[in-house]
């Protein structure tokens, strides 16, 4: 298993510099090297010659902690008896083994990136020439021209979603496949959902599979594609038209007005001040009676929506996809730095004692004593707005850094007390190891147990502090896709409660599955479990 991490995490990372060589924007790969292209000091140059250095470090430090696992692991490696009774224990607790397999399959989900949530076409064929946009780092952004696209949006960046629809219309062998959900985490506003409505046999308007005649406001376009450009609104209650209506040219001018009681035609009500005759206005092809959602739209199968829409017309499936990334990439930074922090002052303090031990203990005294969650947000409010906005996740991560790893310390130092007292500790002094040598290499593999039992509720910790803050709005910037700020637009939003329940529903879920993996895991590392006295 360690070999196959190794395996993948080499592969991974000469993927990743191939790609950049190439040209190529691979799945998840890619991050490193577009996070150098965002911030300027993280590459040297500018424009396309620009030296990546912040993405060429992170294919180096891949390559080699590639390397350093197969060189550690090798093929006939195999775990001493207790770690594997502990392993098998483990997989022996059905709750959190399968817990444990469910975030597997979610990570590697999410690690699929715009491949399965994104508004780039996967291939495309148009006339006789094979295009593959999601596949391939474009140096310019391509134009509705470019492929056939004309009018106002010709000159425009091309939104593939219309130019579907517009292969569709006018036939020529031209197609393309979008991802799984053709809608970008954020920063991609849909177009206006609208919802068709029907009029039945007794002369009322009816929402489809509905009994009860519709009440709102109902709205009629020139044209479905382009629901910008109303015909008529009006208003109805118990399916019949109440109180004004409006109504407007091809030019998006107001032309006409006229009020209705109780499905009929006020006498007298009528304005026109448009060019031509009413009834020849009236009469224009225009779309039946329809719902269109300028804000939040509900879950819809036939608006393509599955989970609906945010007030700013962000799909939410697809943000909530973006939420799962965030959530997974501040895992696979924040873990490893904060244990590496917290053991080695845990343990710096339980072997030397003394004054070191009382001045670190009386510095995380201080800062335990203050709510964690106060600290973070007065910290994160000292930081430049530009600079936040500039670095975005890289903030907030090193902010939770720089306070997440006093919990540990106290347990490790625990652990370093204990252990330094054996006689294997002062044999290895007797032998002449290194003091760094007989921490690391001795005492700590002996309390691997308790940091194991650990990493699972330190995950829930930084995923529910990611989701604090953006829901307090002390996050991170508008261009990322979080939990916490789809909260906060559905409490604002009580009208769409679809907002605050699929955010609501996925926090919970993975939270529950990330405790079910730390239960198991204690469990199974408990030394009450393969301890027997005589």
């Keep these: 298993m360690l070999r196959k991490i190794g395996w993948i995490w080499l592969l991974g990372s000469v993927l990743a510099g191939l790609g950049e060589i190439l040209g190529l924007s691979l799945p998840t790969l890619r991050w490193g090297f577009n996070?150098?292209?965002?911030?300027?000091?993280?590459?040297?140059?500018s424009g396309e010659g620009a030296f990546l250095w912040f993405g060429w470090l992170g294919v180096f430090f891949g390559v080699v902690f590639g390397l350093l696992v197969l060189?550690?692991?090798?093929?006939?490696?195999?775990?001493?008896?207790?770690?594997?009774?502990?392993?098998?224990?483990?997989?022996?607790?059905?709750r959190g083994h399968r817990a444990l397999l469910i975030l597997g399959f979610l990570a590697m989900i999410a690690s699929l990136d715009h491949l399965v949530v994104g508004n780039e076409p996967l291939m495309m064929k148009y006339e006789g020439k094979w295009y593959f946009p999601a596949f391939v780092r474009e140096a310019k952004v391509a134009k509705g021209k470019d492929f056939g696209v004309g009018g106002d949006?010709?000159?425009?960046?091309?939104?593939?979603?219309?130019?579907?629809?517009?292969?569709?219309?006018?036939?020529?062998?031209n197609w393309l496949v979008m991802p799984l959900v053709p809608y970008a985490p954020t920063q991609?506003?849909?177009?206006?959902?609208?919802?068709?409505?029907?009029?039945?046999?007794?002369?009322?308007?009816?929402?489809?599979?509905?009994?009860?005649?519709?009440?709102?406001?109902?709205?009629?376009?020139?044209?479905?594609?382009?629901?910008?450009?109303?015909?008529?609104?009006?208003?109805y209650r118990k399916g019949r038209p109440e109180g004004l209506a409006e109504g407007w040219d091809m030019q998006s001018n107001r032309v006409y007005s006229a009020s209705y009681k109780e499905g009929k035609l006020v006498s007298g009500s009528t304005?026109?001040?448009?060019?031509?005759?009413?009834?020849?206005?009236?009469?224009?092809?225009?779309?039946?009676?329809?719902?269109?959602?300028?804000?939040?739209?509900?879950?819809?199968?036939?608006?393509?929506?599955?989970?609906?829409?945010?007030?700013?017309?962000e799909d939410v499936l697809a943000y909530l996809f973006g939420g799962l990334q965030v959530n997974f990439k501040a895992a696979i930074f924040y873990v490893p730095f904060v244990y590496v922090i917290g053991i080695s002052v845990g343990l710096l303090m339980g072997f030397f004692g003394g004054a070191f031990d009382l001045l670190v203990q009386r510095l995380i005294e201080v800062f335990s004593n203050i709510p964690f969650l106060f600290v973070i947000i007065i910290v994160s409010e000292s930081f430049p707005k530009d600079l936040k906005e500039q670095l975005g996740l890289g903030v907030i991560l090193f902010i939770l850094i720089l306070f997440g790893w006093m919990g540990m310390t106290y347990l490790m130092r625990t652990a370093a007390l204990k252990e330094k007292a054996r006689d294997y500790v002062a044999a290895s002094r007797v032998i002449g190891c290194s003091t760094p040598r007989i921490i690391f290499k001795h005492i700590l593999p002996n309390a691997v147990a308790i940091l194991v039992t650990l990493v699972p509720f330190s995950v829930s910790g930084l995923i529910l502090g990611l989701t604090s803050l953006d829901y307090l709005g002390f996050g991170l910037p508008p261009e990322y896709a979080t939990w916490g700020t789809l909260l906060r637009e559905g409490l604002?939003?009580?009208?769409?409660?679809?907002?605050?329940?699929?955010?609501?529903?996925?926090?919970?879920?993975?939270?529950?599955?990330?405790?079910?993996?730390?239960?198991?895991?204690?469990?199974?590392?408990?030394?009450?479990?393969?301890?027997?006295?005589?």
Excluded at 283 to 290: C, W
Aim: proline content about 6%; aromatic content about 12%.
């Design 35 to 45: 996070v150098s292209r965002e911030i300027e000091w993280l590459n040297w140059g």
């Design 71 to 94: 060189w550690k692991f090798p093929r006939d490696f195999a775990f001493t008896p207790i770690t594997q009774r502990r392993m098998d224990r483990f997989k022996s607790i059905k």
């Design 153 to 173: 949006e010709a000159e425009a960046p091309v939104n593939y979603r219309k130019l579907k629809h517009h292969f569709a219309d006018t036939g020529g062998g």
């Design 188 to 235: 991609d506003t849909v177009e206006l959902p609208v919802e068709q409505l029907e009029t039945r046999d007794d002369g009322l308007v009816y929402r489809k599979q509905s009994s009860k005649p519709y009440q709102g406001q109902v709205s009629k376009v020139y044209d479905l594609s382009e629901p910008n450009a109303k015909f008529m609104q009006i208003t």
């Design 271 to 313: 304005v026109w001040n448009g060019g031509g005759e009413l009834d020849d206005f009236l009469k224009q092809d225009a779309s039946g009676p329809l719902i269109v959602y300028y804000s939040a739209a509900p879950p819809s199968l036939s608006m393509g929506h599955l989970l609906g829409t945010t007030p700013q017309r």
């Design 492 to 534: 604002t939003n009580l009208s769409a409660p679809w907002l605050v329940s699929s955010a609501f529903l996925c926090l919970v879920s993975v939270l529950i599955l990330v405790t079910f993996v730390g239960e198991a895991v204690r469990e199974a590392f408990d030394p009450k479990k393969f301890t027997y006295y005589r």
